[in-house]
T-cell receptor, first 114, second 114 residues
Framework: AQKITQTQPGMFVQEKEAVTLDCTYD???????LFWYKQPSSGEMIFLIY??????QNATEGRYSLNFQKARKSANLVISASQLGDSAMYFC???????????FGAGTRLTVKP | GAGVSQSPSNKVTEKGKDVELRCDPI?????LYWYRQSLGQGLEFLIY????????KSGLPSDRFSAERTGGSVSTLTIQRTQQEDSAVYLC????????????FGPGTRLTVT
C-alpha cells in the first residue's frame, strides 16, 4: 500500500516567493520520522530536513521548514524566498521505527521562475 | 570521510545477460538500502539490509533480482536475464539504524539494457 503521497507532480514559483510542497503519509507506527530530499538535475540526493513524530515543534533548516500536522498525517515542506537554484525534484520520505525501511513519495518537480 | 560509492557508474548490457551492481556504504552504517529510479520518476524501494540480513525484500520486482550484503559492509544487487524494463538508475543509500538518521545516497548506477 502506498504510504507516502505527493499529489503535486509539478509546481511553479516566482523567484523570492515562498512555496509549499505537499506530503501526506500513512502509518500505524507511533514512532516514525519524516524526511525531505532534493534531487537536482545532476541526480544527487540531498537531505534537507527531518521531523520526528514526537517532536513538539516544526522543524526548520534555514529557508526550509516543515509544516507538521500529525492528526492530518501531513508533512508539507515550505521553502521561503525561492531561488533559481531551488529548481529540482523534491521527495518526501518516511521511516517507521518498527521496520526501519525508508519509503519515498513520487516527488514534486519545482521550477523557480526568474 | 568517504561517502557512499557505487560501481559501475554506467552499465550497458544486452538483454538476457546478468549484471552485478555494487554498493560501498559509509563505514559504520549498519542500514543499507537499494532503490530504483526510472527517468523522471520517484524512488522505487527494492530491498533493505540491517547488517547482513534483509528484513524486507518486498520491493524486489521479480525473482530475477537478488541482493546480498557481506561483512555488514559491501552489498551487491544482481539482476539475472536482464530485460529492457530493467533500464533505470539504481541508487544505494546507507544510514545508522535509528528513526531520525537520514540516508546518505551514492551517485547511482545507470543501467541500460539494449
Amino acid at each position: 500500500a502506498q504510504k507516502i503521497t505527493q499529489t503535486q507532480p509539478g509546481m511553479f514559483v516566482q523567484e523570492k516567493e515562498a512555496v509549499t510542497l505537499d506530503c501526506t503519509y500513512d502509518t500505524s507506527d507511533p514512532s516514525y520520522g519524516l524526511f525531505w530530499y532534493k534531487q537536482p538535475s545532476s541526480g544527487e540526493m540531498i537531505f534537507l530536513i527531518y521531523q520526528g513524530s514526537y517532536d513538539q515543534q516544526n522543524a526548520t533548516e534555514g529557508r526550509y521548514s516543515l509544516n507538521f500536522q500529525k492528526a492530518r498525517k501531513s508533512a508539507n515542506l515550505v521553502i521561503s524566498a525561492s531561488q533559481l537554484g531551488d529548481s529540482a525534484m523534491y521527495f518526501c520520505a518516511m521511516r517507521e521505527k518498527r521496520n526501519n525501511d525508508m519509503r519515498f513519495g513520487a516527488g514534486t518537480r519545482l521550477t523557480v521562475k526568474p | 570521510g568517504a561517502g557512499v560509492s557505487q560501481s559501475p557508474s554506467n552499465k550497458v548490457t544486452e538483454k538476457g545477460k546478468d549484471v552485478e551492481l555494487r554498493c560501498d556504504p559509509i563505514s559504520g552504517h549498519t542500514a543499507l538500502y537499494w532503490y530504483r529510479q526510472s527517468l523522471g520518476q520517484g524512488l522505487e524501494f527494492l530491498i533493505y539490509f540491517q547488517g547482513n540480513s534483509a528484513p524486507d525484500k518486498s520491493g524486489l520486482p521479480s525473482d530475477r533480482f537478488s541482493a546480498e550484503r557481506t561483512g555488514g559492509s559491501v552489498s551487491t544487487l544482481t539482476i539475472q536475464r536482464t530485460q529492457q524494463e530493467d533500464s533505470a538508475v539504481y541508487l544505494c543509500a546507507s544510514s545508522f539504524v535509528a528513526v531520525r538518521n537520514e540516508q546518505y545516497f551514492g551517485p547511482g548506477t545507470r543501467l541500460t539494457v539494449t
